[in-house]
């Protein structure tokens, strides 16, 4: 099993990136695949998640309306649009899996694999 995340950088107030999450060893399509991020000094904390079709997604208020979540299960590979970016979405960002059969979460510690993560810096 194995996620890759890249797309991260620098990227001043305002600014955009997108975050992506590439999936291996596993059946990519029975995952809801999540988006969390970590501030120095601060717990690992839900941004976003999508269903293992596409069709749902959810997103933590700070970043609704801003940040979009979307998936191509032909490339195993799922994004993070992330537009409007302010200093306080600095952090690294991480993406996971959790199997379908087991039902939504938000918590991170209801995910199983993990990325190594991607810097994301927005400077003011």
């Known amino acids: 099993v194995q996620l890759v995340e890249s797309g991260g950088g620098l990227v001043q107030a305002g600014g955009s990136l997108r975050l992506s999450c590439a999936a291996s060893?596993?059946?990519?399509?029975?995952?809801?695949i999540g988006w969390f991020r970590q501030a120095p000094g601060k717990e690992r904390e839900f941004v976003a998640r999508v269903n293992w079709g596409g069709g749902g997604t959810a997103y933590a208020d700070s970043v609704k309306g801003r940040f979009i979540i979307s998936r191509d299960n032909a490339k195993n590979t799922v994004y993070l649009q992330m537009n409007s970016l302010k200093p306080e979405d600095t952090g690294i960002y991480y993406c996971a899996r959790r199997f379908r059969g087991l039902g939504v979460a938000d918590d991170f510690r209801d995910y199983d694999y993990w990325g190594q993560g991607t810097q994301v810096t927005v400077s003011s």
């Open positions: 060893g596993f059946i990519f399509a029975d995952y809801y």
